[in-house]
T-cell receptor
């Protein structure tokens, strides 16, 4: 089975722009979670989607948004980029229920640099 | 709220030596605990997880961890380090809410020849 894929792998943007990142989960997985990883703050939960619905959200400003499509693929969008948004963005997928004991399988991440 | 503390941001061992990476958690409910490894420029790979049952959990690549409720700990060990074990290791606890893992700050493991 193919793993979680994320595109693009690397991205350079300037302040004020917006960006869209894509995540394709493992086949059969219906839950997709997104995380931001920075040297200062570590790994922080952004949000989780299941069956095209956001079920959970972390403490990030409204500039960070996401969506999920009927095939479980997910996108996250960051508007009005700030320098502090430079990070590795990871998505993870898990099986249907997204229950708290299920394993999350991570993609390789998208590294975003904001200049 | 749940939290995870990893003691030691950097651990250095010699090849063949014991690896011990420490993780303590805070949780108001029975936790589900995970260890992930991250190699440079890659995502996170699951090493092992504890949900219920046996408190000694065996994972991939010879790693294991023991859940100790009384100590709120979930330390990761490997009897003999290999050069390929050099990476960053993350301990995580599962929130009762959907899809959220709370991670520790990570421990960078260096293995010397």
């Amino acid at each position: 089975k193919a793993g979680v894929t994320q595109t693009p792998r690397y991205l350079i943007k300037t302040r004020g722009q917006q960006v869209t990142l894509s995540c394709s989960p493992i086949s059969g997985h219906r839950s997709v979670s997104w995380y931001q990883q920075t040297p200062g703050q570590g790994l922080q939960f952004l949000f989780e989607y299941f069956s095209e619905t956001q079920r959970n959200k972390g403490n990030f400003p409204g500039r960070f948004s996401g969506r999920q499509f009927s095939n479980s693929r997910s996108e996250m969008n960051v508007s009005t980029l700030e320098l502090g948004d430079s990070a590795l963005y990871l998505c993870a997928s898990s099986l249907a229920t997204g229950g708290s004991q299920e394993t999350q399988y991570f993609g390789p991440g998208t590294r975003l640099l904001v200049l | 709220a749940q939290s995870v503390t990893q003691l030691g941001s950097h651990v250095s061992v010699s090849e063949g030596a014991l690896v011990l990476l420490r993780c303590n958690y805070s949780s108001s409910v029975p936790p589900y605990l995970f260890w992930y490894v991250q190699y440079p420029n890659q995502g996170l790979q699951l090493l092992l997880k504890y949900t219920t049952g046996a408190t000694l959990v065996k994972g991939i690549n010879g790693f294991e961890a023991e859940f100790k409720k009384s100590e709120t700990s979930f330390h990761l060990t490997k009897p003999s380090a290999h050069m390929s074990d050099a990476a960053e290791y993350f301990c995580a606890v599962s929130d009762l809410s959907y899809g959220k893992l709370t991670f520790g700050q990570g421990t960078i493991l260096t293995v010397h020849p």
